[in-house]
Structure formats: structure tokens, C-alpha cells
DNA sequence: GAGCACTGC
């Protein structure tokens, strides 16, 4: 078996040689770099003693801390160590694309490869593996659409989970799914003398890598799985805790901005907050409040990021301040794990976050803040010390630290189950209530979504895969009741149509409202809007986008193009990130659809059909007004209110379905459009055959 | 008459 740096070395100056454009010495010495700081990672000097451990052990539990290098490191141990012999693959699962990709590219980087060769990554709408990528790096939503065709999983010899202990839906899926698949490879193995698809059969390796301070439900999960520990690299980072609990903990965070502004050694700061109202009013009171200052102690930037806004605000963050500025980035969770902002010495924890949660007897979701896990605010705080010492500062006292969940609760056990469960079904698991999750989600949500799977026609009465409808909802990337709004338009002939709609409904915030300028996105946007409802407003956003781009690209080169459509975008208060994400989803469904050998047909002006084929998909979520004007959910029966955001906030027509029912400040329905009542009856008898 | 943590197929 070759050492690592001997396999790397052979490799790197064979792929130098074939590429003419880099300079030997310049990439001997790039090389050399990479080799320097792979020797210097904390997992560096374990490499024997894990490959060792993943020969012995059919289940490992990696438990890592931040910069120990275990996501870049292993999957190459792995591969110097033979796992990849006779074309085997090592996987390697992450929680967020924007992961995959950037692990991806310094691993091929490191090897000295081209990306796609022998490490690729694959996610949604970007897959850059061939036949030789032997190291492959995906989104762990990605690795379960593939047990999906392939239940063996039988190209990989090894499965790493990386980032277990975020404990996503996707991951929780797949730690219970690769449990079985292991279970059915070994089994297969013992059956058919070890051949499997032409190849051989081998067990599978399975790798759950966490930082969680406690190995221990993973463990336990795989029946006392082995867990090793691989040594982080952090610098220190202080914590400090107020005396007293705050209470109001924006201005104790506008005070611990500028103590730190006025006391602290330079270092940019980094303040959680809940949301983008937050982030915007705190903005605009750091402005207010330097203005108090000495012209000479002013040089403090404030930056918001959080997700709804346009990339090129977000890229502000990641600029360096200006000479003599000390930047103060005011974030969402956003900068808790998925950007790392470069420059940050210090971090305000006010110690709260907006969480999701389902209730789902009533079918509604909810949006509340609420205080952070042990885990958060520990997450938090080494967002402090990835460039040197830091400080954190903690707007809470110690003892309500101490008070604090170890962690946040699983994704699984606060959403809708309905598209896991499907997934499920179509994988052949029929006893949802008895599958082995790490974490049950409640009785009453798997009965929920049993329920909305066969009111929907997915599921038969008995609770099996009703084909080929079922089959067919399952295939596509969409929330089942989209699916489904897909299937019943290639009956209404409105398809095309549906299309569009769906892939709208299907992305986060299409349209940008500043705090500032609310009034001023709704006179431009106002062109757009139907007053019919939401999903007609979103049906002319994307075909008047879409003319917009066709016509332009003619005459354009794509880059042209491209910054055409951000001007459009911006004029329009279109976030231009989301429209793209919705394109690519229309682009990849549409395939799907016509894959199914369905005829992509348009209602064209005859929208009456397409309302209606809206009424019998989402006839589940129907709020009819009541005298004193607010509406009336038929569903759960709950009071609810026109969401500010829709085209008929005003109108208030007297029946309508709605995609989305959520509680923040009130019980709000979201993304609406106007029916007749007495389509609900026609359209969907089994369910409002005693409507009058 | 008033508002939107994050990720993913």
C-alpha cells in the first residue's frame, strides 16, 4: 500500500505533465503547499489508526471537531487504502449544496486532478462526475433520490455522513435507510455468491461523522457502533456572559456593539439575529447611533446577510472593510453554518433564533422565536476563532446556559412528513409507524401525512403505493400536493401552466422587499398582479421574465444577458437568485413530466380551467370569508388571515385555496387565488361531499 | 391593514 504523499506525488506529476499551461515549478511549489498543510491537520497523524478502524468496524462514528480536516482528509485515506478498487466509489453526504461543491473542488485540487476525474460532486441541476470519479461528494437529499434507483446503493463501497449531528430530515432519511441497505448488501452477499449487477458484492462501509460533543445517539443507533475521536484545530475563543438577563436583548446588542467598537482591538463582529426585520431596524439604529459619535470613531460598517437577500448584497459581507473600518455584520442564522465570514474576531449571541414547527392536527406551521441550543450558541461562538483568538459575548447570564437543550430538536420531529413518507413508500417501506428512525417522529404527524398521501391519491385506503399515481409523485423533486397539481393539469390541459406555478411555489421569497421601500416594490410590481390571485401574479412574473430574456438573448452574449436580467430583476424588486432557482426547477420537472409521457399543453387564455384545476389540486387548503372579513380554514377550521404579501390582501374574495397556512404574529395563508365554493364540491366529492 | 430562520429533491 502506498503512503499518502507517494500516491499523491505520482499522481500530481503525471497531471502536471498533461497540462501544459501550469508551470512545473509553480505548481511543485503549489503542491507543496497543499502537502505542508495536509501534514499539519489534526487527522493527519491518525491516518493508519482510521483506516484500521474502518477495516475492523462495518460502522464507524467519527466524532470531529471544526478544522480537524476529517471532510477533506478521509475520503482520501480511503482511497490510498484501496476502497476504491474495481471502480468502487467512496460517498460522501453533506446537509448544504454550497458544502459539496467547495469540499469537492480543494479535495480534486489537493489530489491534483481535474474536478469530475477522479473527485467529482454531485447536487441538484450540477452533477461533475464521469465513470472515474471514485471519490464523489454530493447533498445527502442527492444521495437518497439515488437509493431511490439504485436501493444497494451498489457502486459505493463506502458511505460517509458527514455533518450527522445537524440531523437535517435528509439525514435522518438516509442514517435509517443506510442501516438497511447495509443489512440487504450483506444479505445479498450470503444469497447470490457475491455477485451483485456484474459485480461483485461487497458489504458496505458506513461512516457517520458528527461534532457533536456526544457520540452516543449515534452509537447506540447502529448498535453500539465504535466511535473514534479526531482531534479540531480552533484558536481560543473567550466567553462572556451579562450579569443579568436582558430585557431587550436589541439594544443590549446595540450596546455590546459599540463597547466593543469603542474598547475592543480591531476584528471585525458578528451578531445573530432572528430575522430580516431585526437585521434592518438594528442597521439603520447602528447608523442612527454613530451618528452621536466623534467624526473620528464613526469608521463602524454595518452589513446585513440573511437569505432573502439578493446575492449581490450578500457578497458585501465578504468584502474586507474599507482601511481604518471595522465591519459589524448583522446575520440570520445564515453565517451560523452556511457562509463563513473572513475577518471576524468577535460574536454577539443574543442567545435567540426563529424556528420552525408543525402542528399537525392543524395542519399549520409556525415561526417563533425561541432561545438557542448548547449546541447553537457553541456553534456560534467558534465563529469567533477561526482566524485567531476571539471573543463572544453572550447576552444571557451563565446560568441560563446552563438552562440552555444540549441540541436543537431533529428537523424530522417539527415538519410535514408527507414527502418522507412517500419516499418511503416508494422505497418499499410499508410500516412507517415501525421504521427505525434515530428519532421517532410523533404517531399523530405520521398519521397526518398518511392521510394527505391518500386523500391525495398516492396512497390506497390500506395505505400501499397506489400506482401509478403514487409511482409517479414519488419520481418528481416536488412537495407531493405539487406533484399531484402536475398530474390532475396534464388532465385539465393547463400543464404548461402548471409547470410554471409549481416551480414559483417551489422556491423562497421570488419578490424582495426592503423594509424601506415595501410601498415602492408593490407600484413597480403592480403590473404583474392578477386579480384572480397569487398563482396567476406568479404565472406573469415568469413569462414576462422569460420574454424579457428570449428577446435579449438574441442579441447578447450570455454574460450581457445575464446582468440584463439583474437590472430587470432589481427594477422589478425580483430577487433574480430565486427566478433562476425556479427556472431550473421548471427545466428539470418538465423533463420529468414529459419522461412520464405526458404532453406539455397550455390552457392558453382560457384560465378558467387552470383556476379550476388549482381548486381540485389544493382543495385541502380552502378558506372561505366570514361576515367580519376574516377567513375561515375548511380543513382544521381555524380563524386565519390574508398574508400582507398577496395580491389579494385587499380584495378579499369570498372562497379560496391557499398553498401555505403559518403562525407568526397571526395565523396567515399564504399564495392564494379566488374559486367558486362550489368547485370544491364538484371537483373534489370524496372529501366535501357534504358541503352545501 | 401589515410581514418573510436555514437547508434540500
Excluded at 475521536?229 to 450579569?243: E, K, L, N
Excluded at 424601506?516 to 416594490?521: L, N, V
Aim: charged fraction near 30%; charge should be positive.
Amino acid at each position: 500500500m502506498p503512503s499518502m504523499t507517494q500516491g499523491e506525488l505520482k499522481s500530481s506529476v503525471l497531471n502536471s505533465n498533461q497540462n501544459p499551461n501550469s508551470p512545473v515549478a509553480s505548481s511543485l511549489s503549489k503542491r507543496q503547499k497543499i502537502a505542508e498543510h495536509k501534514k499539519t491537520l489534526p487527522i493527519a497523524s491518525v491516518e493508519k489508526r482510521l483506516i484500521e478502524e474502518v477495516q475492523k468496524n462495518d460502522i464507524l462514528i467519527i466524532v470531529g471537531e471544526t478544522g480537524s480536516g476529517k471532510t477533506t482528509q478521509l475520503p482520501q485515506f480511503l482511497f490510498n487504502a484501496g476502497f476504491c478498487r474495481e471502480g468502487k466509489m467512496v460517498g460522501i453526504s453533506q446537509p448544504r449544496r454550497i458544502a459539496a461543491v467547495t469540499v469537492a473542488k480543494r479535495v480534486a485540487e489537493e489530489c491534483d486532478v481535474q474536478l469530475g476525474q477522479r473527485v467529482g460532486y454531485s447536487i441538484r441541476f450540477d452533477d461533475t462526475t464521469s465513470s472515474s470519479t471514485r471519490l464523489k461528494y454530493m447533498t445527502d437529499g442527492f444521495l437518497l433520490r439515488e437509493a431511490l434507483v439504485d436501493p444497494l446503493l451498489s457502486r459505493y463501497s463506502v458511505i460517509i455522513v458527514d455533518e450527522a449531528h445537524e440531523r437535517t430530515v435528509h439525514t435522518d432519511v438516509l442514517l435509517a435507510l443506510l442501516k438497511k441497505v447495509q443489512r440487504d448488501r450483506s444479505k445479498a452477499v450470503d444469497e447470490i455468491g457475491g455477485v451483485l449487477k456484474g459485480r461483485k458484492a461487497s458489504p458496505l462501509k458506513l461512516i457517520i461523522m458528527s461534532a457533536s460533543l456526544d457520540a452516543r445517539v449515534f452509537s447506540e443507533y447502529y448498535g453500539g457502533a465504535r466511535a473514534v475521536h479526531v482531534q479540531g484545530r480552533q484558536f481560543p475563543v473567550d466567553i462572556f456572559y451579562t450579569v443579568h438577563p436582558e430585557s431587550d436583548y436589541v439594544d443590549a446588542a446595540l450596546v455590546t456593539i459599540f463597547q466593543i467598537h469603542l474598547g475592543e482591538k480591531e476584528g471585525d463582529i458578528l451578531v445573530f439575529l432572528t430575522g430580516q426585520d431585526e437585521i434592518e431596524s438594528v442597521e439603520r439604529l447602528v447608523q442612527e447611533r454613530l451618528q452621536h459619535l466623534p467624526e473620528d470613531k464613526r469608521k463602524l460598517l454595518p452589513l446585513a446577510i440573511f437569505s432573502a437577500l439578493p446575492s449581490e448584497k450578500q457578497m458585501r459581507v465578504f468584502a474586507p472593510a474599507p482601511i481604518g473600518f471595522r465591519k459589524v455584520v448583522l446575520a440570520t442564522n445564515i453565517a451560523e453554518t452556511s457562509i463563513t465570514i473572513p475577518g471576524i474576531r468577535y460574536v454577539v449571541d443574543p442567545g435567540f433564533v426563529k424556528a420552525r414547527s408543525y402542528n399537525p392536527s392543524k395542519g399549520m406551521e409556525s415561526l417563533d422565536v425561541v432561545p438557542t441550543s448548547k449546541a447553537q450558541a457553541l456553534q456560534r461562538s467558534g465563529r469567533a476563532g477561526r482566524e485567531g483568538p476571539g471573543k463572544c459575548f453572550r447576552l444571557y447570564p451563565e446560568r441560563e446556559f446552563e438552562k440552555l437543550d444540549d441540541s436543537t430538536k431533529p428537523e424530522i420531529k417539527r415538519c410535514n412528513l408527507s414527502n418522507v413518507i412517500l419516499q418511503l413508500k416508494a422505497l418499499g417501506i410499508d410500516d412507517i409507524v415501525g421504521f427505525d428512525f434515530i428519532d421517532k417522529p410523533s404517531r399523530s404527524s405520521i398519521v397526518k401525512a398518511l392521510e394527505e398521501l391518500r386523500l391525495l391519491g398516492a396512497l390506497t385506503d390500506d395505505c400501499k403505493l397506489e400506482k401509478p399515481t403514487g409511482d409517479q409523485m414519488a419520481r418528481l423533486p416536488l412537495d407531493p400536493v405539487y406533484s399531484k397539481a402536475l398530474i390532475l393539469a396534464n388532465q385539465f390541459n393547463c400543464l404548461e401552466e402548471m409547470l410554471i406555478t409549481v416551480a414559483m411555489l417551489s422556491v423562497e421569497s421570488i419578490f424582495y422587499d426592503p423594509r424601506e421601500k415595501r410601498e415602492e416594490a408593490r407600484i413597480s410590481r403592480n403590473h404583474f398582479a392578477s386579480i384572480e390571485g397569487d398563482h396567476l401574479t406568479y404565472l406573469s412574473v415568469y413569462r414576462e421574465s422569460n420574454e424579457f430574456l428570449e428577446k435579449r438573448k438574441a442579441e447578447n452574449s450570455e454574460a450581457k444577458v445575464d446582468k440584463i436580467m439583474g437590472k430587470w430583476c432589481k427594477d422589478n424588486f425580483v430577487n433574480s437568485r430565486s427566478l433562476k432557482h425556479a427556472r431550473d426547477i421548471y427545466r428539470q420537472i418538465r423533463g420529468n413530466v414529459e419522461q412520464m409521457g405526458f404532453n406539455v399543453s397550455s390552457c392558453g387564455d382560457d384560465l378558467l380551467e387552470y383556476r379550476r384545476c388549482l381548486a381540485a389540486s389544493f382543495f385541502l387548503k380552502a378558506a372561505q370569508r366570514q361576515m367580519d372579513g376574516t377567513y375561515r380554514a375548511l380543513e382544521s377550521g381555524e380563524i386565519v388571515h390574508i398574508h400582507p404579501t398577496s395580491v389579494l390582501f385587499r380584495s378579499k374574495p369570498e372562497s379560496v385555496i391557499f398553498n401555505e397556512l403559518m403562525q407568526t404574529s397571526k395565523k396567515y395563508i399564504k399564495n392564494l387565488t379566488r374559486i367558486d365554493p362550489l368547485w370544491l364540491a364538484e371537483l373534489a366529492p370524496h372529501h366535501y361531499k357534504t358541503e352545501e
